[in-house]
């Protein structure tokens, strides 16, 4: 995609299909910028005790979410994503929820490499 949109940029691929290529994902202003709060702000407000749990329930919930769970309840904590269900698809929307969520640019391998 780069390199279409490369050659789209200089004039190197026809005008009638320079709208099929898919022009870049644009970052958006950071949540604290629009008076929202953020992941960290959440973190900071919380006790260091209880910084662990709120993230891991901000995973489980996500990826219950993902897998089509009604409740985080049933992501076992101490289980390997891939024991879960996950896929290579669903890693990777597991991992753009968390991009999301976290405002972090995480690998698309993150389920993988921290099972």
Request: net charge positive.
């Amino acid at each position: 995609l780069a390199r279409m949109r490369a050659l789209a940029a200089s004039a190197g691929v026809a005008p009638v299909f320079r709208g099929l290529i898919p022009a870049p994902a644009r970052r958006t202003a950071s949540a604290a910028a629009n008076g929202s709060s953020t992941l960290a702000d959440h973190l900071a407000a919380l006790a260091a005790e209880d910084r662990p749990g709120a993230v891991l329930e901000l995973v489980r919930t996500h990826a219950a979410a993902v897998l089509g769970h009604g409740s985080p309840a049933r992501v076992g904590a101490d289980r390997p994503f891939t024991e879960l269900g996950f896929d290579s698809l669903t890693a990777v929307e597991l991992r753009n929820r968390l991009n999301t969520a976290t405002g972090l640019r995480l690998p698309a391998t993150l389920v993988f490499d921290y099972p």
